[in-house]
């Protein structure tokens, strides 16, 4: 949650996937539907959200797309990272380094506060996935000085994967 608000995107009804956002007030206990809509409609993703200087932020990884019914089947797993700034409600488009995890749905994805990183367990992609991996976030500025003092103006966003052994045997 961001602010006392919960944010919901995306899903997969009976017959479609979903590209919708939704946010539920806290305090009021009412949901709202956003304009805004995922980059692309997915289901079984991760995510969580962090500051992320100068806004909030929620991070997605994986999870599936397409659809299924009786005369088709083009799901496939994603393996993408999206970024929601949830103060200004538009979608980022990282740059990525490292290794990204292989394409998965049903990951764990947890915020590691002392280290500032998030942590991404698992997952299944028609075998269950017991790695660990690290994504850590780095705002990229421009800067207006060479003086240490002036941190710029931040334009934009980097991704950084790194493996971690398997977690379990």
């Known amino acids: 949650s961001v602010r006392n608000k919960l944010y919901v995107t995306g899903g997969r009804g009976f017959t479609s996937v979903h590209d919708d956002t939704w946010v539920l007030d806290l305090d009021e206990m009412k949901w709202s539907k956003d304009p805004v809509t995922t980059p692309e409609p997915v289901y ?7 500051m992320a200087v100068p806004t909030w932020k929620a ?42 995890p292989s394409a998965r749905e049903d990951t764990i994805m947890v915020y590691d ?16 996935y017991t790695d660990v991996h690290i994504l850590v ?8 000085s060479e003086s240490p003092s002036s ?8 991704i950084a994967f790194r493996s971690l052994r398997r977690m379990y045997r």
């Open 44 to 50: 079984n993703h991760a995510g969580l959200a962090t």
């Open 59 to 100: 991070f997605f990884f994986g999870g599936r797309h397409g659809v299924y019914d009786k005369d088709t089947d083009t799901r496939k797993y994603h393996g993408q990272v999206t970024v929601l700034d949830a103060d200004n409600m538009t979608w980022l488009s990282p740059t990525i380094h490292g290794s990204p």
């Open 113 to 128: 506060s002392k280290n500032s990183r998030m942590v991404l367990i698992g997952g299944w992609a028609d075998k269950l």
């Open 137 to 144: 976030r780095r705002i990229l500025t421009n800067r207006a």
């Open 151 to 158: 941190p710029g103006l931040p334009v934009g966003l980097l």
